[in-house]
Each structure stands twice: as C-alpha cells, then as structure tokens.
C-alpha cells in the first residue's frame, strides 16, 4: 500500500509561481509512473503532468506546456511539480497520482490509477 501526501498549495496572485510536492511512503517504489491532477471547483478532474519511472520522460498538458516543469526524486521517493505564471483559471485542487506501471502512459487514464493522494489547494487571484 502507498500514501501520497501532497504539499505546497496556496493562495499567490496571477503570474506567479509555486512549486508542489508530493511525498510517498508505504509500499513505494522507483518504478512507478507519477502524475499531477488538477480539479476547479464545478469542473471534471484533469491531467496536468506525468512522468515516467526514471524521469527521462515527461508530459504535459497542452495548457500548462511551456511554464510546469514535472520532476521527481527518487531517493526522497518524491515527486514535483514547478509551476510558473500561474492563471486565475487555474485555481484548483491539485492531486498527485501513483501508478505501478513504469511508464507515463499509466497516468493517461484516471480510473485506472493505483494511488492518489488527498490534494492540496492552488488558488490564483486576478
């Protein structure tokens, strides 16, 4: 079994930057493909972010390409998620997302995910 425990949320203003972390414990392992999530208040949950076991490759979402940065650090058996110029419309909970399969591709269907952590609050003011 593996906990995710997601941190680092709050309230910043347009445009600036925050960086996420997601701490796992129990059952981890280097293997396992990570993502970032993202739910708005009255929207679906959306992907924002995978990475593969290694790290050596990443995804984003086509709205987020180009400012997030995806990372992980295995030996602190952590993953991040670096965002810059952050957009009011991009106030959401933002959850951190395990899979056992290696690769990123794991992360492309949610209901297929193993672990998920609990979330932790990004808000963005105008």
């Known amino acids: 079994q593996v906990q995710l425990v997601e941190s680092g949320g709050g309230l910043v203003q347009a445009g600036d930057s925050l960086r996420l972390s997601c701490a796992a414990s129990?059952?981890?392992?280097?293997?396992?493909?990570m993502g970032w999530f993202r739910q708005a208040p009255g929207k679906e949950r959306e992907f924002v972010s995978a990475?593969?076991?290694?790290?050596?490759?990443?995804y984003y979402a086509d709205s987020v390409k180009d400012r997030f940065t995806i990372s992980r650090d295995n030996a602190k058996n952590t993953v991040y998620l670096q965002m810059n110029n952050l957009k009011p419309e991009e106030t959401a909970v933002y959850y951190c997302?395990?899979?056992?399969?290696?690769?990123?591709?794991?992360?492309?269907?949610?209901?297929?995910?193993?672990?998920w952590g609990k979330g932790t609050l990004v808000t963005v003011s105008s």
């Open positions: 997302a395990a899979d056992k399969r290696p690769t990123a591709q794991a992360m492309g269907n949610m209901g297929a995910i193993d672990y």
């Open positions: 129990g059952r981890t392992s280097s293997y396992y493909a």
């Open positions: 990475i593969n076991w290694s790290g050596s490759s990443t």
